[in-house]
């Protein structure tokens, strides 16, 4: 079970948070302007990475505040985490055959 | 009866006291301090179990969580557990235990013929035998259940309870040997928390068995007690005894299984106290001192009872005082095995032979042992055995160079104990769940620790492949002060502190061997006889060849093929045996096989503790309604909607369901019912962007909405389907009440959340859940404006108080917000009072209401009213796979606005014609009602058996009878089905029948909502 470090509470268990997926997928300003492929990709398409991937988890059992964690998919090391609407820290790279 | 084979001195056990226990019925003595295993070796019982596949007799083997085959059925009735190993059970008075796997009895088992036709029963014989035909593998299974299964489960409810700790620390250490009281000493010197695990009921690990050592210039045991007393005075210590850590999970979160009372007598055990207890453990950092479990040798017929493990015979004689038999044989390829041969030698067992591998064997015990005289038959092999129920005696023969071959027929030794050593293996199994890469160690013939999973994890002593005691304690105490500073504790004092130093035979390890993990016979494998590697699952040396010559490489595959490895022991004394035989087959180096994956849990666990105090009423939280207790003893009977318990329909005596139902449904179109809607999630929204933010989450507008008026909204998800609906009010300028339903109201506080945090954090808006702070009554019928006007001044005449309004007022002098709203489609108001006032408003209005014979009435009533006007219910008549425009509602979807899900109600397919639409049924025979769920198509299927697939054209969603219609009605999603009013559909059910229904308008009531705007 990970030990995510809520930048509001502090360090809590996983089973405290919900799962948010991929982080940084700005919702389209202008939904109809968009083809339906590419509402199709906003809406549906997430990547799904080996390695060091940007997500969102909110605090449902504490704060139930948003915020985004930078999370190793293979090791499950937490490198970041940082607050809604931050831009991602620089974090080292990270590829896995 | 008599102890037989106890010792009359030695050991860790209280001769003053005698304890009392049975074995399959037969009463037998031991002592405290005594196994369950080690008792009956006292009273010379070796035989105590059957194989699993062929059902031969199997003695105990080994004296820890490693044993394979004494595995028994554990207490009676609904306090049994199956497969406990005898040597982890510690005895108490009045101990019951029985065998387990044969049948009629453990003496005379009818399974025992599988043995004559172990020939026909090769590995990979299940999947060979019973692959066809596949209709039939339910059946043979049942069979083969039968046949193998490993103990009985409990038929009855489980009578004990069990707990959970939740703790951090700085620091777990896994381990009470010598290397983890190392450890744990440094460490909590430093101050540093500590938790020190240890399986067994006593601390010291192997020093328990160990002869001559001392440590600190004490003889090993009374360190082992002041270190135990000192860790015991620090304050930030937590010494956890019959506490197996079986689990390592992700950022140093351990699981560890506390068996807190199993070790008392029935009526000892404190009922205030857990059975066993769960301990969810985070930590810093963690040392496993796990130690080591002693490998046997592969010989043939090496799984008679009273063929045993050479450290596990050590361990009866010197911690428990038993003589585990009265001539021995002991079989090493080790100077560690020797210890041992002293240990029987010493405590009066013939040592008939000391057989090694070796071919000049050496060493400081195999030294001692020479000089006690023992007969050492150097470059010798066990190259069989006999007997049937206990060993009677073995052949030993000369090896050729290479080891792979013996000479001749050999030499009949008489035995009725057999030991073997064949080298250690490090206990690596929590390193490698946490992925910490295992290497091979050459000289000591084992897996070792090499890169930890995580830098927090160290593995110290025999865990970590340091067989000899200096370097153990040197490992432990180092891994201690480590884990301590990096969890932030310096040692204190000047002076660096210094490791235990230890002195004494038998502190160095347990090399020079020579490795064999095939012992060779007289005849070829698999002839007159088995090489048992796996001794729990009944795999042999030949199973291996089998599966490797059928074209299986990988261990992985092996392990699968032969379940070799995946008993409950996990393979922990045969695992490496199985890498090497495969390794060598293959010719290919061993640590190219490699491992196969570590799993835990370490030893098995009981169900129990991951249950803990979360059953019966404790099982999910029960929420209930202000009104709750009126509804208990007014007949209500209760439906479960989410966690909430809400009244289904009230049964007056001598009502069945429907009756009640019935009556209720017509109370309310005819005079006046009450229903509590307390449950109804409310969500108060406050902030100048209020009305901005209820755009784009509602499909619908909401900016013209007035302050006082009310509002139906339907919410959609981002993909266009149908998440939620309710009533929102506009109480002020900046402040609206939001209502969900039931299920939903903690998924639509979290939706709204994450759009307002994630997306729009400009938007100035404050949500705050307030379900629970009000109750709402519901007045529902033409009599509903009569009563409530007994109770507020409030004017309701509809001039002043319109439908879709809501007003704040005092409702028998009680703060009260009065919606007036319906879902039954008649008049109705939904009277919120704060929820402590809740049951005296409720049992007022019932007080009152008599004159209008005023019903309460519950959520079947509910939905029949509702469904009679064609209102959905999310959930029902959707499925998250419903958009607006499937239940007509489009009139709902802005044009003009952006909202949540709108971009999805354009791609193309929510425009298909054929989708499935809201409409109403309506049975042919009006008495018939539709079952809810019941698939409909547009012709009568050919019967019996129709042609598959039968084209569907859609489902019924909701069907009730309808007393005021007096007949049935149902609601349905049938393909392009607006465009179909009329047509007939069909209904087969399950009782081979088929009904008739015409599609009609889903509103029967009412259309014009005449009522409910009066």
Sequence with gaps: MLLIDCPYCGPRAEVEFSYGNEAHIARPLQPEALDDDDWADYLFMKTNRKGVMLERWVHSHGCRRWFNVARDTVTYEILAVYPMGAKPPKLPERSYL | ?1014
């Design chain 2, 1 to 1014: 009866m008599a102890q037989r084979f106890r010792l009359s001195d030695g050991g860790l056990i209280d001769r003053k006291t005698t304890l009392s226990f049975t074995f399959e019925g037969r009463r037998y003595r031991g002592h405290p301090g005594d196994s369950l295993a080690s008792a009956l070796l006292a009273n010379g019982v070796h035989f105590v179990a059957r194989s699993f596949k062929y059902h031969r007799p199997r003695g105990i083997f080994a004296a820890g969580a490693e044993e394979p085959n004494a595995l028994v059925q554990l207490g009676e009735d609904a306090r049994t557990e199956p497969n406990l190993r005898a040597t982890q059970i510690e005895l108490y008075d009045g101990l019951a235990a029985n065998p387990q796997h044969c049948w009629p009895s453990l003496d005379f088992d009818v399974g025992g013929v599988n043995d004559r036709l172990a020939r026909f029963f090769p590995a990979g014989f299940y999947y060979k035998t019973f692959m066809w035909p596949a209709s039939m593998w339910m059946k043979y299974e049942a069979v083969i259940r039968q046949a193998a299964g490993l103990g009985k489960a409990p038929s009855e409810a489980d009578p004990d309870s069990y707990d959970k700790t939740f703790a951090h620390a700085d620091l777990l250490v896994v381990g009470g040997g010598p290397a983890g009281l190392a450890a744990a000493l440094a460490a909590a010197r430093s101050g540093a928390r500590v938790v020190l695990a240890e399986q067994d009921a006593r601390l010291g690990g192997w020093l328990l068995s160990a002869a001559g050592v001392e440590i600190d210039g004490q003889p090993a045991l009374e360190w082992v007690a002041a270190a135990e007393a000192e860790l015991q005075s620090l304050p930030e210590v937590t010494l956890l005894k019959r506490t197996q850590c079986f689990g390592v999970y992700d950022h140093n979160f351990f699981a560890l299984n506390e068996r807190v009372s199993d070790h008392l007598p029935l009526a000892a055990r404190d009922p205030r106290l857990p059975r066993q207890r769960l301990w969810k453990l985070r930590v810093k950092q963690a040392v496993f001192a796990t130690g080591a479990i002693e490998r046997p040798l592969v010989f043939r017929d090496n799984d008679r009872p009273g063929i045993m493990l050479a450290s596990a015979a050590e361990t009866y004689v010197r911690r428990y005082g038993v003589k585990p038999g009265t001539k021995a044989v002991v079989f090493t390829n080790n100077d560690g095995g020797y210890g041992a041969a002293l240990a029987l030698h010493r405590a009066g067992t013939k040592v008939a032979a000391v057989v090694d591998l070796r071919e000049a064997p050496e060493g400081p015990l195999t030294a001692a042992a020479q000089a006690a005289g023992l007969d050492i038959f150097a470059g010798h092999a066990v190259i069989g055995t006999d007997g049937g129920k206990r060993i009677a005696g073995c052949r030993i023969a000369p090896l050729d160079e290479s080891g792979k071959r013996a000479f001749g027929g050999g030499t009949p030794l008489d035995c009725d104990l057999l030991v073997s050593s064949g080298g250690w293996s490090p206990t690596v199994h929590l390193f490698a769940q946490a992925k910490g890469k295992l290497v091979w160690d050459e000289a000591q013939a084992c897996f070792v620790p090499g890169d930890p999973g995580r830098p927090e994890q160290r593995s110290a002593g025999a865990a970590n492949g340091a067989f000899d005691l200096t370097t153990g304690l040197e490992q432990g105490h180092a891994a201690g002060l480590a884990a301590a500073a990096a969890a932030g504790f310096k040692s204190k004092g000047r002076r660096k502190p210094a490791p235990p130093k230890a002195a004494g035979d038998g502190t160095m390890g347990f090399l020079p061997a020579r490795f064999l993990y095939l012992v060779p016979s007289d005849r070829p494998l698999g002839q007159g006889g088995k090489h048992f590697v796996d001794l729990q699952n009944d795999v042999a040396a030949s199973d291996l060849q089998l599966a490797l010559r059928e074209g299986y490489g990988s261990i992985e595959h092996v392990k699968r093929y032969t379940t070799t490895g995946m008993g409950t022991d996990q393979g922990k004394t045969g695992n490496v045996n199985a890498i090497g035989i495969v390794a060598e087959q293959l010719g290919r180096p061993l640590p190219e096989v490699g491992v196969t994956t570590f799993r835990l849990p370490y030893t098995p666990v009981t169900f129990g503790i991951f249950a803990g105090r979360d059953v019966d009423d404790l099982l999910d939280p029960v929420r209930t309604t202000p009104m709750q207790t009126w509804h208990k003893s007014n007949g209500a009977v209760f439906e479960d909607v989410g966690q909430w318990k809400r009244p289904w329909y009230f049964r007056r005596p001598g009502e069945d369901m429907a009756a009640a139902v019935q009556r209720e449904c017509k109370a309310v179109r005819d005079s006046l019912g009450l229903l509590d809607a307390s449950t109804l999630g409310k969500i108060d929204i406050q902030g100048p962007d209020a009305a901005v933010f209820l755009n784009r989450v509602y499909s619908n507008a909401w900016s013209k909405l007035a302050v006082g008026k009310c509002r139906y909204g339907l919410m959609l998800g981002e993909d266009g389907m149908v998440m939620d609906d309710g009533v929102t009010a506009r109480l002020g300028e900046w402040h609206y009440l939001m209502s969900t339903t039931t299920g939903n109201a903690a998924a639509v506080l979290a939706h709204l959340e994450e759009w307002l945090q994630t997306e729009w954090p400009e938007l100035k808006v404050y949500l705050t859940s307030v379900t629970e702070q009000w109750a709402t009554l519901q007045l529902a019928g033409p009599n509903a404006c009569k009563l409530l006007s007994r109770f507020t001044d409030l004017d309701l005449s509809p001039e002043a108080f319109g439908f879709m309004e809501v007003k704040t007022a005092e409702v028998m002098g009680v703060p009260a917000r009065i919606f007036r709203i319906s879902f039954t489609g008649e008049l109705s108001y939904e009277i919120n009072v704060p929820a402590s006032y809740g049951q005296a408003v409720w049992e007022a209005f019932m007080r009152e209401g008599e004159t209008y014979g005023i019903t309460p009435f519950g959520t079947e009533t509910m939905h029949v009213l509702r469904a009679e006007k064609g209102f959905i219910i999310v959930g029902q008549e959707t499925d998250g796979s419903v958009t607006p425009l499937d239940l007509g509602l489009e009139g709902l979807c802005s044009k003009t606005k952006d909202f949540i899900g709108k971009r999805s109600l354009a791609r193309p397919d929510m425009a298909l014609p054929d989708r499935k639409q809201l409409v109403g049924l309506e049975t042919e025979d009006p008495s018939e009602v539709l079952p809810e769920g019941a698939q409909l198509t547009e012709s009568v299927p050919e019967t019996p058996t129709p042609a598959s697939p039968v084209p569907i054209a859609g489902h019924v969603t909701s069907s009730y009878m309808s007393p005021n219609l007096g007949r049935s009605l149902a609601l349905a999603l049938v393909k392009g089905g607006r465009e179909k009013l009329g047509q007939r559909l069909y209904a087969p059910l399950a009782d081979g029948r088929t009904l008739a229904c015409k599609i009609v308008s889903p509103v029967f009531y009412d259309p014009e909502g005449e009522k409910m705007r009066a």
